[in-house]
């Protein structure tokens, strides 16, 4: 039984799950600074308010999976990712407290309503940053982090950065879509317009710098080069799908491409980083931590994940259909 | 201008987990206070209970959030303050964080959402359970996070196998020396968090004159909850002060303010010291003839035995250790005094009308974020120099992070959080200066389960809604 | 006399403090904890405050 690669499994697992949920949390939140309408704009924050804490709690997750599982990688990784580790930290925040501090107020509603977008903003660009500097590469010396902080303002990162920007909108976009009144599901619609073909340009921009300017990927290329192949091809039918069918089919169909689109680039991203959890220096193995610790998350996971999605489902459902014009109020 | 990375890791540190700490004490308070509520609500079907109920709801929503926010920089702060520690430690406590998450932050957040919002979407009795299952999650919670924390404070379960931390036995790891004593203290600080802030609130509407049956109900529920729970807490507080004795004596030789081997008999017990660690004495003392022995060996001569008992390279800083420490022992008195008066003004039935006692219980309203806080330091100030006791010493586990960007950062969070509590703040005092609102005569939850399988039914605009706003 | 009865209810105060935080040993800790929470349970049952003047 390969313990770390299924503790690895389980760390891609809840990440997925993060990227995913969170991430139309985060694209309905960076909508809102483009949503001129006040009535419209608490009708988006409506619709996600009551799911986004179970969302947001799966990057918790795997960031403690790593500290359990793969202690050496984390103490790599955190130093490495300083400064958009806490500015995402920082910016979540900002989007967590605003939540419940825009109900509070009418008169000054729309200054937290500007600080859940920027930090919906803020967060998913720093997130974008973290994976283009992981792809980038992490400098490892001694099994310690070796490089710079400032080595992420660097092209691949920030080029990431806005590609996920444009990857979360077309998921908040969609989310809108399947949960929103005409006047929002209008708006998620010419949003997705712009969203998802410039997402997709992007992220084929990204893919194919990172190609020139890391080595490591250049020899994932050449040893899984059919499976890749065969994801771009996939991606850019996704997004073209996506793109060419904004108004018309079934309120569920953007949300759903768009989700197609992150299992498509997260499956992608996998292929080219794995073995490595410190790209390009440390493996899986390498920097696991005992069996024991493994063993103890790995059967804390397998009892509970079941439970906390059975859950959660449930509480997605008792929220299900439209979003109620005049929120959750009494 | 030469920083030190260690300094400012380690202050910031401090104060993202300081402000941290008053968040979850609320909520872990407060959420077991509003399961309570409801239940009595169910129970009784007072309408009193609802509103009660709906009061504390808004002022728990948000410390709530804050709380978790502030809890996810702690999970990635190990890593980016202190990298070593996290490399040594993680096989240890990051598996205790993951069934952390796993069990206890996906039960609250899973069901908040139902409590907060679903009151008119299902019925009282899933509500009801909605509530307690975010009061058991905050419960399990703080068990697991304690256990990590007592795990660095005693340290037990493990070996070091190839120079890396390798857990022998999860059993030691978990209910490790110190935590069967830690995790009841803190809970039980949580409850008393609660008590005093309801209290506190109620008793001010009482010298107001407004809110009358709010502020009766909820003075007397929150000093009768109050008065059990701070006698529980000064009989769990001395169990704690007699484990930490015996397995972190550095620590509680610090709190005491002792310097000599064995000081002298019958020893006093100090409430103002003007400690000198560089001589290693007390440039000026003050205390109370005898408790020191009475407190401290419970006994009339004992001697205590003080910080020179620990090598120099191994002892806290006495001055921070001792005066947190006796910030919370003095609040600890004054709320088992506060509790003591209750129950006497309730025997003369003058609970309400005793004005300068509820004076006293406004100004008590913050006395279980503060005893709380000061606890904490005295818990993590005293195990320096050590970040995990005996094993690894916090100098030790810094970060390879330029200074620059640790002091850039604090700066950033100290920032962030100003706005985040001034925010609380602000709208905490709205809520209490608008008060508790009306109950409504047909007092019921209005949701039910059949509801919630047709929710079209509840758009219908002939509803009255309020927004939870002014 | 009232005031007597403030004083006396003081001095059991401070004597229970004492017993409860262990001056005469873990027992009589116990014990007295117990006495303490039983005796406050017995006031809230036999003088409810909503009924108290204003």
């Given at each position: 039984m390969d313990l770390p690669l299924l503790s690895a499994s389980f760390v891609a697992f809840a990440l997925t799950l993060y990227v995913i949920l969170d991430g139309f949390d985060l694209g309905v939140g960076i909508l809102l600074l483009f949503q001129p309408a006040k009535v419209s704009r608490d009708h988006m924050v409506d619709s996600i308010t009551p799911t986004w804490d179970g969302n947001e709690t799966w990057i918790i997750m795997a960031g403690v999976t790593l500290l359990a599982a793969f202690p050496i990688a984390y103490s790599i990784l955190l130093p490495a990712f300083y400064l958009p580790v806490i500015l995402m930290l920082l910016a979540l925040g900002f989007r967590g407290v605003s939540f419940e501090f825009r109900v509070q107020t009418t008169r000054h509603r729309r200054r937290w309503d500007v600080a859940f977008a920027v930090g919906s903003l803020v967060a998913a660009f720093m997130q974008g940053v973290i994976v283009g500097g992981l792809v980038q590469g992490v400098t490892v010396a001694n099994q310690r982090f070796a490089g710079g902080v400032l080595n992420i303002v660097r092209p691949l990162p920030i080029i990431s950065g806005v590609t996920l920007l444009f990857g979360y909108a077309v998921l908040g976009a969609g989310w809108l879509k399947l949960k929103s009144n005409p006047s929002v599901q209008h708006f998620a619609s010419r949003s997705l317009r712009v969203a998802a073909p410039v997402f997709g340009v992007l992220f084929g921009i990204g893919c194919i710098y990172a190609f020139n300017i890391q080595p490591g990927i250049r020899s994932q290329w050449a040893s899984h080069g059919t499976a890749l192949s065969c994801l771009v091809v996939l991606f850019a039918v996704v997004a073209g799908t996506l793109t060419a069918l904004t108004e018309r089919g079934r309120p569920a169909l953007p949300l759903f491409l768009g989700l197609c689109l992150f299992v498509v680039g997260i499956s992608g991203m996998v292929l080219i980083v794995f073995p490595y959890v410190v790209p390009f220096s440390l493996s899986l193995w390498d920097a696991a931590s005992s069996s024991t610790s493994q063993q103890f998350v790995l059967i804390g996971a397998a009892f509970v994940t079941p439970v906390v999605l059975a859950y959660s489902a449930f509480a997605y459902w008792i929220f299900r259909g439209r979003t109620p014009e005049k929120g959750w109020g009494e | 201008m030469r920083l030190d990375p260690s300094i400012l890791a380690r202050i910031q540190f401090a104060f993202t987990v300081s402000f941290h700490i008053i968040f979850p004490t609320m909520s872990i308070g407060l959420a077991s206070f509003l399961?309570?509520?409801?239940?009595?609500?169910?129970?009784?079907?007072?309408?009193?209970?609802?509103?009660?109920?709906?009061?504390?709801?808004?002022?728990?929503?948000?410390?709530?959030?804050?709380?978790?926010?502030?809890?996810?920089?702690?999970?990635?702060?190990?890593?980016?303050?202190?990298?070593?520690?996290?490399?040594?430690?993680?096989?240890?406590?990051?598996?205790?964080?993951?069934?952390?998450?796993?069990?206890?932050?996906?039960?609250?957040a899973g069901f908040l959402g139902i409590m907060l919002f679903g009151l008119h979407r299902v019925g009282p009795k899933l509500h009801f359970f909605a509530t307690c299952m975010v009061a058991v999650g905050t419960l399990i919670s703080a068990s697991w996070i304690l256990a990590a924390n007592s795990w660095m404070q005693t340290p037990a379960g493990v070996e070091i196998r190839d120079s890396h931390l390798t857990v022998v036995n999860w059993r030691d790891v978990i209910v490790n020396p110190s935590w069967p004593y830690r995790l009841p203290h803190m809970l039980t600080a949580a409850y008393l968090t609660a008590s005093f802030m309801v209290a506190g609130v109620g008793a001010w509407y009482l010298l107001r004159g407004k809110h009358q049956s709010f502020a009766r109900r909820t003075v007397s529920l929150g000093t009768a909850f109050a008065t059990v729970l701070i006698a529980g807490q000064v009989f769990i507080g001395d169990l704690v002060y007699g484990t930490m004795l015996k397995h972190q004596p550095s620590k509680m030789q610090a709190a005491e303010g002792f310097w000599e081997k064995q000081s002298q008999s019958p020893a006093p017990y100090y409430w103002f010291i003007i400690p000198d660690q560089t001589n290693q004495r007390n440039r000026f003392?003050?205390?109370?003839?005898?408790?020191?022995?009475?407190?401290?060996?419970?006994?009339?001569?004992?001697?205590?035995?003080?910080?020179?008992?620990?090598?120099?390279?191994?002892?806290?800083?006495?001055?921070?250790?001792?005066?947190?420490?006796?910030?919370?022992?003095?609040?600890?008195?004054?709320?088992?005094?506060?509790?003591?008066?209750?129950?006497?003004?309730?025997?003369?039935?003058?609970?309400?009308?005793?004005?300068?006692?509820?004076?006293?219980?406004?100004?008590?309203?913050?006395?279980?974020?503060?005893?709380?806080?000061?606890?904490?330091?005295?818990?993590?100030?005293?195990?320096?120099?050590?970040?995990?006791?005996?094993?690894?010493?916090?100098?030790?586990?810094?970060?390879?992070?330029?200074?620059?960007?640790?002091?850039?950062?604090?700066?950033?969070?100290?920032?962030?959080?100003?706005?985040?509590?001034?925010?609380?703040?602000?709208?905490?005092?709205?809520?209490?200066?608008?008060?508790?609102?009306?109950?409504?005569p047909h007092a019921d939850a209005s949701g039910s389960l059949k509801n919630a399988f047709r929710p079209h039914v509840l758009d219908n605009p002939a509803r009255v809604v309020n927004r939870r706003i002014a | 006399m009232r005031r007597l009865g403030g004083v006396a209810a003081a001095l059991v105060g401070v004597l229970f403090f004492f017993i409860i935080v262990g001056v005469f040993g873990v027992r009589f800790a116990i014990a007295g904890l117990v006495v303490f929470i039983l005796g406050a349970v017995v006031v809230y049952r036999a003088f409810p405050a909503e009924g108290a003047e204003l």
């Open positions: - | 399961a309570v509520i409801e239940a009595l609500w169910l129970k009784t079907k007072d309408p009193l209970y609802l509103q009660i109920y709906k009061f504390w709801l808004s002022i728990f929503a948000m410390s709530f959030g804050i709380g978790v926010v502030t809890g996810i920089v702690l999970s990635f702060e190990f890593g980016l303050g202190f990298a070593p520690f996290a490399n040594m430690a993680g096989p240890a406590i990051g598996s205790l964080i993951a069934l952390e998450v796993l069990t206890a932050f996906f039960l609250e003392e003050a205390g109370i003839p005898y408790l020191g022995s009475i407190w401290l060996t419970h006994s009339l001569r004992g001697r205590v035995e003080g910080l020179r008992n620990t090598p120099r390279d191994r002892q806290p800083i006495m001055g921070v250790v001792f005066y947190a420490f006796r910030i919370m022992y003095g609040l600890a008195i004054l709320m088992f005094t506060m509790g003591v008066v209750s129950l006497w003004l309730r025997f003369r039935g003058r609970l309400f009308s005793s004005r300068w006692f509820l004076w006293m219980l406004v100004f008590m309203t913050p006395s279980g974020i503060i005893a709380t806080l000061a606890g904490w330091y005295v818990a993590e100030t005293g195990r320096q120099p050590w970040v995990i006791y005996g094993m690894l010493r916090t100098v030790d586990a810094i970060s390879p992070v330029p200074a620059q960007a640790l002091l850039s950062t604090l700066i950033a969070f100290v920032c962030v959080y100003a706005v985040f509590i001034s925010a609380f703040l602000i709208f905490t005092l709205h809520i209490i200066r608008r008060g508790p609102a009306a109950a409504p | -």
